[in-house]
Structures are given as structure tokens and as C-alpha cells.
């Protein structure tokens, strides 16, 4: 038995009646700390506002959708995520609904990260694999990605953060005065001159 698939289409004029559920509406008003009452038709007027809202969003992303290479009917997550990227009036949606990343990219980006921020110079392709390489480094020719920093790394995810013995131990004062003291190229205090 095949499935109703057919859009359901707008409604043209106001008829009174709401296609989400006005009590369910009235109960996610009343979980507001903020909100003490509310009446009756300013939830109304909310729940018309939030089909409008919906509306809007489905209808950016069928856009979406529809500007792909091999055009589809339906909608996908990734179709909302453009939209969502893609509209200026949308923007306030990127946290909750942001682009979805592969997880090697994800993994190559931590690597490179973690790397930047040992201090490490190199990665080596047996870390990275051989058909991947660190985002935003260069080789050297020799076959090895140059991150940041002078020292090849230790392996995958072992490369130690800031918070470790040669950056001033635990305390986090410390380590400020040691960053601030190679920031500024000087090891010693300043002498002041009278």
C-alpha cells in the first residue's frame, strides 16, 4: 500500500483553526520561567506564528533541495542546513541546526590541531594515513606535513596540551607568565630604571 506523499497545501484564508496542537503550544508557553500567563489568544497568535515559521523553513528547504545536481521531492537534513547557512534571515538557526562534517575530517582537524598546539612541526602520512593530510599545512617535499611548531609528534591523539610540565606546570599562572614571557622574547623580569 503506497503512502500519502502529497503535499498538504497552505491555507488561503484564516479559518479559526490551528494545525498544531494549541494545548501542546500552551504547555511549551508555560515551561517559559519568564511567562507567568497567558491567554488564550496570544497563544493562538503563537501558534500561528510558529506554522508560519515552519512553513517558511519547509519551503527554504524544498529550495534546497530542488537546486541540488540530481534534484529531489524530498527533504534531508543537509537541505535544512543549507538553508539555514544559506539565508540571512535564518541565521539564528545555526547552532541548532549546523552543517554535518564527516568524521575523517573531523579527526584530520583534531590532529592538526592538537599538533599546533604541542608545538609540533610535522606529522608523518603513517599518522594521517596515506590518502589524507592535515587541513591548512604544507609539506616540505619530503613527504611530511608541516603544521606549526619544530618537532615531529608523538602519534595520533598523544600529543600533550598546554597544561603540562614544560608550560609551567599545573598552575595557570604560571604558564600566563611563561606564554607572556616567550610572547614578548624576554625570559627575566624587566628592570626598571630610576
Given amino acids: 500500500m503506497p503512502y500519502n506523499t502529497a503535499a498538504v497545501p497552505p491555507r488561503k484564508e484564516p479559518s479559526g483553526q490551528t494545525q498544531l496542537p494549541l494545548s501542546r503550544v500552551k504547555k511549551i508557553i508555560n515551561q517559559d520561567s519568564q511567562i507567568a500567563m497567558c491567554s488564550n489568544n496570544a497563544a493562538f497568535v503563537i501558534t500561528l506564528a510558529a506554522e508560519m515559521f515552519i512553513q517558511h523553513l519547509a519551503e527554504e528547504a524544498n529550495t534546497q533541495a530542488k537546486l541540488e545536481r540530481k534534484p529531489r521531492r524530498n527533504v534531508q537534513y543537509k537541505d535544512v542546513a543549507n538553508a539555514v547557512s544559506t539565508h540571512d534571515n535564518l541565521e539564528f538557526l545555526e547552532d541548532v541546526v549546523p552543517k554535518t562534517v564527516p568524521y575523517k575530517k573531523v579527526k584530520t582537524m583534531a590532529l592538526a590541531t592538537q599538533a599546533r598546539l604541542g608545538g609540533d612541526l610535522k606529522i608523518s602520512h603513517e599518522r594521517?594515513?596515506?590518502?589524507?593530510?592535515?587541513?591548512?599545512?604544507?609539506?616540505?617535499?619530503?613527504?611530511?606535513?608541516?603544521?606549526?611548531?619544530?618537532?615531529?609528534?608523538?602519534?595520533?591523539?598523544?600529543?600533550?596540551?598546554?597544561?603540562?610540565?614544560?608550560?609551567?606546570?599545573?598552575?595557570?599562572?604560571?604558564?600566563?607568565?611563561?606564554?607572556?614571557?616567550?610572547?614578548?622574547?624576554?625570559?627575566?623580569?624587566?628592570?626598571?630604571?630610576?
Fill in 128 to 194: 594521517l594515513g596515506p590518502s589524507r593530510q592535515a587541513p591548512t599545512a604544507a609539506t616540505n617535499g619530503g613527504g611530511d606535513i608541516i603544521v606549526n611548531g619544530n618537532g615531529p609528534a608523538a602519534g595520533a591523539f598523544a600529543v600533550a596540551l598546554r597544561n603540562d610540565d614544560r608550560h609551567g606546570g599545573e598552575d595557570p599562572n604560571k604558564q600566563l607568565e611563561l606564554e607572556m614571557r616567550q610572547a614578548t622574547g624576554r625570559d627575566g623580569d624587566v628592570r626598571m630604571s630610576g
